[in-house]
């Protein structure tokens, strides 16, 4: 099992900036893709950005030119940098982690969640 940890959400005024973080505790699990997803009060959850092992990234159009998104595999962490952020991007944000291991000869696939962080933009 895998879990997420993720971190750097709080609360900010509007034009401002914050980092999330988000670390997979894990030493066999290879992981392929991290996501973000995004959930507002009523709404679906979206997905905003993922970056793949090649370092590719792709964003949702609302959010594209604000975010970035980047990994560091050596410390199993996705990083996503928000910048002039507005309150529309007010919600609570997951972390996902798409990839694959090994269990003795039985090769599984699996995405695991992180807990979420709440994003609040105040106007």
């Known amino acids: 099992q895998v879990q997420l940890v993720e971190s750097g959400g709080g609360l900010v005024q509007a034009g401002g900036s914050l980092r999330l973080s988000c670390t997979a505790s894990?030493?066999?699990?290879?992981?392929?893709?991290w996501e973000w997803y995004r959930q507002a009060p009523g709404k679906q959850r979206e997905l905003v950005a993922t970056v793949n092992s090649g370092d590719v990234t792709n964003y949702v159009d609302a959010v594209k030119g604000r975010f970035t998104l980047s990994r560091d595999n050596d410390k199993n962490t996705v990083y996503l940098q928000m910048n002039s952020l507005k309150p529309e991007d007010t919600a609570v944000y997951y972390c996902a982690a798409e990839g694959s291991e090994w269990y003795g000869s039985e090769y599984s696939v699996a995405r695991y969640w992180g807990q979420g962080t709440q994003v609040t933009v105040s106007s």
């Open positions: 894990t030493k066999t699990f290879r992981i392929n893709t």
